[in-house]
């Protein structure tokens, strides 16, 4: 990538832009360890046993593999637009990471393990941060001259 065009970037974009891949990262993680630790969260959150029940068991980590592996590539996908400026994919990174602080608030109140729970936690402090540098003045600025420039462009 030519560097005038990592210089036109403000800094608040460049940081949303980080926020949003130390968030898929930490999803990467937080997948490791349901994979590693599911005996731990299948007590928590699977449904006991009463009696002669047939209920089995619910099988969460496929569920939370899948999950993670889709909105990964679609963040990833959406970064890289919203670097280029595109406003709309500014719109959809921000409901991810709503959903993921959606998801952090829902994790903790199944009272999960501790480490769970601080992971959580993070996650969510982590997704507000990253929503303020995604709705900043800057953002918002980069992302209309970009739209601009392409109007301008295309004529």
Excluded: K, N
């Excluded at 002669?52 to 889709?70: A, H, K, M, N, R």
């Excluded at 602080?101 to 393990?113: E, M």
Aim: proline share 6%; charged share 15%.
């Amino acid at each position: 990538m030519p560097e005038t065009e990592q210089q036109a970037r403000p800094p608040a974009v460049v940081i949303a832009c980080w926020l949003l891949w130390f968030l898929v990262a930490a999803g990467l993680l937080v997948c490791v360890l349901v994979v590693t630790r599911r005996d731990d969260l299948g007590s928590v959150w699977s449904p006991m046993q009463v009696g002669d029940s047939t209920v089995q068991p619910v099988e969460f980590v496929p569920v939370i593999l899948v999950l993670y592996g889709v909105t990964a590539v679609l963040a990833a996908t959406l970064i890289a637009l919203f670097r280029t400026g595109y406003d709309w994919a500014r719109h959809a990174l921000a409901a991810i990471v709503v959903g993921v602080i959606l998801v952090a608030v829902a994790t903790v109140r199944t009272d999960p393990p501790t480490m769970v729970d601080g992971m959580a936690i993070a996650a969510a402090v982590i997704g507000a941060v990253t929503l303020v540098f995604l709705w900043h003045p800057q953002s918002r600025q980069f992302v209309r001259e970009a739209g601009r420039r392409s109007e301008h462009a295309e004529v």
